[in-house]
């Protein structure tokens, strides 16, 4: 299986971004897919993740300003980023979980394309 994410950029406090991540080469419908961030000297932390059914979680600290979605059509998943921190800033990445239930450990995800660049500065 192989991930690309794109979409990410440099976005002021308050803006919005937009990430998509494409997927081939598996039954990307019946997958969950999560999104992880990992900022300079932190660890690689969860964001949001949905399953093949469409039901999604979030982490706190994107709650309410994040929507995770999918297209299977598309072989898609979407990450709508509004209302954007400093601290959101990191490099996010999108992943292809093991299984059709989505996980917020890293650990459940067994495929990671290389991710794309989110910066949020004033």
């Known amino acids: 299986v192989q991930l690309q994410a794109c979409g990410g950029g440099f976005a002021q406090p308050g803006a919005s971004l937009r990430l998509s991540c494409a997927a081939s080469?598996?039954?990307?419908?019946?997958?969950?897919i999560g999104w992880f961030r990992q900022a300079p000297g932190r660890e690689r932390e969860f964001v949001a993740a949905i399953e093949w059914t469409g039901s999604a979680i979030y982490a706190d600290s994107v709650k309410g300003r994040f929507t995770v979605s999918r297209d299977n059509a598309k072989n898609t998943v979407n990450l709508q980023m509004n209302s954007l921190k400093p601290e959101d800033t990191a490099f996010y990445y999108c992943?292809?979980?093991?299984?059709?239930?989505?996980?917020?450990?890293?650990?459940?995800?067994?495929?990671w394309g290389q991710g794309t660049q989110v910066t949020v500065s004033s």
């Open positions: 080469g598996r039954s990307f419908s019946s997958t969950a």
């Open positions: 992943a292809a979980a093991k299984g059709r239930y989505y996980s917020t450990a890293a650990y459940s995800y067994g495929y």
